[in-house]
């Protein structure tokens, strides 16, 4: 390819995304704009912009310290909720009756409020990060399992008679024509319950009474001296945490399908 025909090429993919991306900056450039006219009119309900973002660089090692705290208990329940839900989306899809006994049980947690139990977890399990690792994992597991098992039943029927042709164990089937084929909905259902998950550990901070650290409990610090940049700091890196996880995972999935698609 010319040097002249590279530099087209180059400028097309330069103009597709920035027109994937203006009409999303031009959506929050409107927000911003609309947001600091109501704190400049309303300074005792929303803070400034440039107040946010302002105390986001005057206490940078404050709010990175919190963030991460989140993000392990977001870590450690979303791993504990994905697994455990899998596992039983596996033994569900292969055996009814764990379907029949398994699924009411799974609905009533989906159901229970979670800040009602939170509390309870606390006396349960004592003054540590364990009471919100379990809130995240419990926000996360429902969507999760749903997901997986709709994944785990969504192979082709003709393709499941190829592999009992064929002599596949049960293993083989689940490894190699239902794990694959569930994939999508893997990813789908974790693209909703990381967020969820996030949003579960914020509970947490809010209604445990484990570890002084966490956006979660950041935010209910400046609640009491009605600090609303500081809240609304906190609350622009857990928006951050999340658009970046559900990037994360976008990136993720299309690696592995293109890995797929080259090994088919």
Known sequence: MSGTALEVTERRSLWRGARRWFPAVIALGFAAGVWQLIAIHNPLVLPTVSSVFARLAGQPGLFAKDAGATLEEVAVGAAAAFAAAFVIAVAMSE?????????????????????????????????????????????????????????????????????????????????????????????????????????????????????????????????????????????????????????LLILAERTLVARRRGQA
């Open 95 to 247: 055996l009814p009756i764990v379907e029949r006994a398994m699924m009411p049980l799974a609905v009533a947690l989906n159901v229970t409020p979670v800040v009602a139990i939170a509390p309870a977890l606390t006396v349960m399990l004592g003054l540590s990060a364990t009471p919100r690792y379990v809130v995240a994992a419990i926000v996360a597991f429902f969507p999760f399992l749903i997901n997986a098992l709709v994944g785990l039943r969504s192979v082709d029927p003709a393709v499941l008679e190829l592999a009992q042709s064929l002599d596949a164990s049960r293993a083989e089937v689940l490894w190699r024509v239902r794990l694959p084929s569930s994939l999508p909905f893997l990813f789908a259902g974790a693209r909703i319950c990381l967020p969820l998950a996030v949003v579960g550990a914020v509970v947490a901070e809010l209604t445990t009474s484990g570890p002084s650290t966490g956006l979660g409990y950041l935010i209910e610090s400046a609640e009491s001296t009605y600090d609303l940049p500081e809240i609304f700091a906190a609350v622009l890196v857990l928006a951050v945490i999340g658009v970046a996880l559900t990037v």
